[in-house]
């Protein structure tokens, strides 16, 4: 099918054509379009989704291109979409990727400049996104997690154990007199309401029984649906997109549900979302022909938008209407596969950083006791929203620190210590861990009533395994002679990984590090090259980057610590039994300084400072830390024997001591730069 732009657009200028033709491919979990887009027309086709993604995707460019009577030469860009889009290459044809969720976005407001909110609903999924409409970018967004409720696999299975196809469902549902109510928000347990009422349906008037299951279905569906849009908010105009947007009865218990109309289209917005790409096509094209003077939207990463987005999921969070599980956790030897598998929802407490909730939480400790385990306690008795609503607490014994504090925090919450092995090589070791996995496991089904499926467990593993393959792709963009961002930004990306659910947070990443890979690799950086490892680096404690970055203008390219890169740059194996591959996977992580041996940790150290190519190391550890602080002499002695310098500096969560941290740092930056412009032989500072 083909559509004329400009009857599509009446008087509204058209700004996304490009001088050779464009494409864009989505390829949904059920359905794969195409939009061939030229400086006059839309060329649009649809084909089933395949087992072979790349064969799906040829198809599309095959027919699109005997549609527009074209040649694969005629081409000048493709950019794919949607759940196969990672699966994808052409080698004759300049291409890119874009997540579903922007080219969504763009698809919408290029037709429709005028939209705000958009709700799309697809096979496996449903989105509600907010867009800003002078870009077509992506303000807000919020999808499903993990349950197939108000998405287009429910409305199929719906359709089958009615006896209709799926067109016929809709209309079906539009002739209802009294729907259905299907309370049920498990699609499992839904089918089981479905069989009831359709067994009751068939002795009485058949026809209207169904309409009024129909009409059920979509009300149980429409309801999922409008609480995301109620998490972003909606605006005026709405817009309908994917699949389920051409089902009649959708967009009419939709838009009766949420009080507002969508636009009516004249274009097929289940095609919005290749639509989206093709104009992304034209976006990369231009930058393909190189203008100078455009280098700057290269980036285009705002890092202010996942501080919202951090800032939505923890409102999300500690909203607790509804009948969801919320589990806090401390330590990143947690295994959070397994919280994912077990459905609950789930968030790190390692706010820190203000010596007010040191203070409260130094009531129930002895003053040795780090700034941090004294915050997680201060987070609880001073009644921190994130904290109080969580309905359990899950620890794995670090510290003798943070084991008192979670003993202490027991009186607020209910609370489980599971033990962590120090020896990480011993075969006992891993047999052991894997036992206390399991233990966690079969604490998780005792609260939330649900067992946990290996199948899930192996899923989620998979999961987390792309999220830490792609944090550790974007940190090393931090090698390259110009990094593309700084560690307080990378420190947000690794923020967004303990608060936002990992569902959402995959193409959040994938966006991210397609903006950062475009970004040219300029050599005229002069900035020092800085590595900080040691202690925890709270969510709050950023004073000392604050310093480092913006004050002296260095540039820290890797940490070592557990709040950086260090828990990114391993992965879990995804095959064989799931707990042992937990128990090993988590032990083999980069280690712990409390983990046995020593030499492990600061070896590893050692080679993540050469494979960054750092000017120095600032090793920070908290006051009274018996991790770091106790260790510390093995770190210098190591960082001296590469001749890397290093400077150790201990820290709290105090005012007052940034003229002193700020001239200490800059006493070390003053070695540094006297070490690149004359050969010093070994140099190192232990200030």
Same mark, same amino acid.
């Not at 393909?288 to 938008?305: K, L, M, N, P």
């Not at 008192?404 to 861990?433: C, M, Y």
């Given at each position: 099918?083909?559509?004329?732009?400009?009857?599509?657009?009446?008087?509204?200028?058209?700004?996304?054509?490009?001088?050779?033709?464009?494409?864009?491919?989505?390829?949904?979990? /059920?359905?794969?379009?195409?939009?061939?887009?030229?400086? =006059?027309?839309?060329?649009?086709?649809?084909?089933?989704?395949?087992?072979?993604?790349?064969?799906?995707?040829?198809?599309?460019?095959?027919?699109?291109?005997?549609?527009?009577?074209?040649?694969?030469?005629?081409?000048?860009?493709?950019?794919?979409?949607?759940?196969? /889009?990672?699966?994808?290459?052409?080698?004759?044809?300049?291409?890119?990727?874009? #997540?579903?969720?922007?080219?969504?976005?763009?698809?919408?407001?290029?037709?429709?400049?005028?939209?705000?909110?958009?709700?799309?609903?697809?096979?496996?999924?449903?989105?509600?996104?907010?867009? +800003?409409?002078?870009?077509?970018?992506?303000?807000?967004?919020?999808?499903?997690?993990? !349950?197939?409720?108000?998405?287009?696999?429910?409305?199929?299975?719906?359709?089958?154990?009615?006896?209709?196809?799926?067109?016929?469902?809709? *209309?079906?549902?539009?002739?209802?007199?009294?729907?259905?109510?299907?309370?049920?928000?498990?699609?499992?347990?839904? &089918?089981?309401?479905?069989?009831?009422?359709?067994?009751?349906?068939?002795?009485?008037?058949?026809?209207?029984?169904?309409?009024?299951?129909?009409?059920?279905?979509?009300?149980?569906?429409?309801?999922?649906?409008?609480?995301?849009?109620?998490? %972003?908010?909606?605006?005026?105009?709405?817009?309908?997109?994917?699949?389920?947007?051409?089902?009649?009865?959708?967009?009419?218990?939709?838009?009766?549900?949420?009080?507002?109309?969508?636009?009516?289209?004249?274009?097929?917005?289940?095609?919005?979302?290749?639509?989206?790409?093709?104009?992304?096509?034209?976006?990369?094209?231009?930058?393909?022909?190189?203008?100078?003077?455009?280098?700057?939207?290269?980036?285009?990463?705002?890092?202010?938008?996942?501080?919202?987005?951090?800032?939505?999921?923890? @409102?999300?969070?500690?909203?607790?209407?509804?009948?969801?599980?919320? %589990? $806090?956790?401390?330590?990143?030897?947690?295994?959070?596969?397994?919280? *994912?598998?077990?459905?609950?929802?789930?968030?790190?407490?390692?706010?820190?950083?203000?010596?007010?909730?040191?203070?409260?939480?130094?009531?129930?400790?002895?003053?040795?006791? !780090? +700034?941090?385990?004294?915050?997680?306690?201060?987070?609880?008795?001073?009644?921190?929203?994130?904290?109080?609503?969580?309905?359990?607490?899950?620890?794995?014994?670090?510290?003798?620190?943070?084991?008192?504090?979670?003993?202490?925090?027991?009186?607020?919450?209910?609370?489980?210590?599971?033990?962590?092995?120090?020896? /990480?090589?011993?075969?006992?070791?891993?047999?052991?861990?894997?036992? @206390?996995?399991?233990?966690?496991?079969?604490?998780?089904?005792?609260?939330?009533?649900?067992?946990?499926?290996?199948?899930?467990?192996?899923?989620?593993?998979?999961?987390?395994?792309?999220?830490?393959?792609?944090?550790?792709?974007?940190?090393?963009?931090?090698?390259?002679?110009?990094?593309?961002?700084?560690?307080?930004?990378?420190?947000?990306?690794?923020?967004?990984?303990?608060?936002?659910?990992?569902?959402?947070?995959?193409?959040?990443? &994938?966006?991210?590090?397609?903006?950062?890979?475009?970004?040219?690799?300029?050599? =005229?950086?002069?900035?020092?090259?800085?590595?900080?490892?040691?202690?925890?680096? $709270?969510?709050?404690?950023?004073?000392?980057?604050?310093?480092?970055?913006?004050?002296? $203008?260095?540039?820290?390219?890797?940490?070592?610590?557990?709040?950086?890169?260090?828990?990114?740059?391993?992965?879990?194996?995804?095959?064989? +039994?799931?707990?042992?591959?937990?128990?090993?996977?988590?032990?083999?992580?980069?280690? !712990?300084?409390?983990?046995?041996?020593?030499?492990?940790?600061? @070896?590893?150290?050692?080679?993540?400072?050469?494979?960054?190519?750092?000017?120095?190391?600032?090793?920070?550890?908290?006051?009274?830390?018996? !991790?770091?602080?106790?260790?510390?002499?093995?770190?210098?002695?190591?960082?001296?024997?590469?001749?890397?310098?290093?400077? +150790?500096?201990?820290?709290?969560?105090?005012?007052?001591?940034?003229?002193?941290?700020? #001239? /200490?740092?800059?006493?070390?930056?003053?070695?540094?730069?006297?070490?690149?412009?004359?050969?010093?032989?070994?140099?190192?500072?232990?200030?």
């Amino acid at each position: 099918m083909n559509y004329s732009i400009k009857k599509l657009t009446g008087n509204t200028p058209w700004k996304f054509a490009w001088d050779k033709p464009v494409i864009g491919l989505d390829l949904g979990s /059920r359905a794969s379009k195409g939009v061939l887009l030229t400086q =006059e027309k839309i060329y649009t086709t649809l084909i089933p989704t395949g087992l072979y993604m790349q064969e799906t995707a040829n198809e599309l460019l095959k027919k699109l291109l005997k549609i527009a009577r074209l040649k694969r030469a005629d081409i000048g860009y493709i950019v794919s979409t949607g759940y196969g /889009r990672i699966s994808l290459s052409f080698t004759d044809i300049p291409f890119e990727v874009v #997540t579903e969720i922007s080219c969504h976005a763009m698809g919408a407001h290029a037709l429709y400049p005028s939209t705000r909110t958009i709700i799309d609903i697809g096979g496996q999924d449903s989105k509600a996104i907010k867009v +800003d409409k002078n870009s077509g970018k992506v303000v807000d967004f919020v999808m499903n997690d993990k !349950c197939a409720a108000g998405t287009g696999q429910f409305l199929e299975k719906a359709a089958v154990l009615l006896g209709l196809n799926l067109e016929e469902l809709g *209309n079906s549902a539009l002739l209802a007199t009294k729907p259905a109510q299907i309370s049920s928000q498990c699609v499992v347990f839904a &089918e089981s309401e479905m069989i009831s009422l359709r067994a009751k349906g068939a002795r009485q008037n058949d026809s209207e029984a169904i309409a009024n299951i129909a009409a059920g279905i979509h009300y149980s569906a429409a309801r999922r649906v409008r609480n995301l849009l109620g998490r %972003v908010g909606s605006e005026p105009d709405l817009i309908f997109t994917g699949g389920v947007s051409n089902n009649p009865g959708m967009r009419h218990v939709l838009e009766e549900l949420i009080g507002e109309p969508f636009i009516k289209t004249s274009f097929d917005m289940i095609y919005a979302g290749a639509l989206g790409a093709a104009v992304y096509a034209t976006q990369h094209a231009a930058k393909i022909r190189g203008a100078e003077d455009t280098i700057h939207e290269y980036r285009g990463v705002d890092f202010s938008a996942i501080a919202t987005l951090i800032e939505h999921q923890y @409102e999300a969070f500690i909203d607790t209407n509804d009948d969801d599980t919320r %589990v $806090g956790y401390l330590c990143s030897y947690t295994p959070l596969e397994l919280l *994912n598998a077990a459905g609950v929802k789930h968030t790190r407490l390692f706010k820190a950083g203000h010596s007010d909730t040191v203070a409260a939480g130094e009531l129930y400790t002895q003053s040795v006791f !780090c +700034d941090f385990s004294k915050s997680f306690i201060g987070g609880f008795k001073e009644g921190d929203p994130l904290y109080t609503s969580i309905d359990k607490l899950y620890n794995f014994h670090t510290c003798a620190a943070l084991k008192r504090a979670s003993e202490v925090v027991e009186q607020f919450v209910p609370t489980k210590l599971l033990n962590l092995p120090k020896l /990480r090589d011993s075969e006992d070791s891993r047999r052991f861990f894997r036992d @206390e996995i399991i233990a966690f496991k079969n604490d998780l089904v005792t609260l939330t009533g649900h067992d946990v499926q290996e199948a899930a467990i192996h899923e989620q593993i998979g999961l987390y395994n792309q999220l830490r393959r792609l944090l550790k792709s974007i940190s090393e963009l931090r090698k390259r002679e110009h990094p593309p961002l700084s560690g307080k930004e990378f420190l947000e990306l690794v923020r967004a990984y303990y608060y936002v659910p990992a569902e959402q947070l995959l193409p959040v990443y &994938e966006d991210i590090y397609r903006q950062l890979s475009a970004v040219p690799d300029r050599s =005229e950086n002069d900035r020092l090259r800085i590595m900080i490892a040691g202690s925890i680096v $709270g969510d709050g404690d950023r004073r000392l980057l604050d310093i480092i970055e913006d004050e002296l $203008g260095l540039q820290v390219v890797v940490e070592d610590h557990c709040t950086g890169l260090k828990p990114f740059y391993h992965t879990i194996r995804e095959q064989d +039994d799931p707990y042992q591959a937990l128990a090993d996977g988590y032990l083999d992580q980069a280690p !712990c300084a409390r983990m046995k041996t020593l030499e492990d940790n600061v @070896e590893f150290s050692g080679q993540l400072a050469r494979e960054y190519d750092v000017d120095g190391v600032l090793y920070v550890y908290l006051k009274f830390c018996s !991790c770091y602080g106790v260790t510390k002499k093995g770190f210098l002695d190591h960082f001296q024997s590469l001749d890397i310098p290093v400077i +150790d500096i201990s820290s709290d969560y105090s005012e007052s001591d940034h003229g002193q941290l700020k #001239t /200490r740092i800059e006493a070390f930056i003053e070695v540094l730069n006297a070490r690149r412009s004359a050969d010093y032989g070994k140099i190192a500072v232990n200030a």
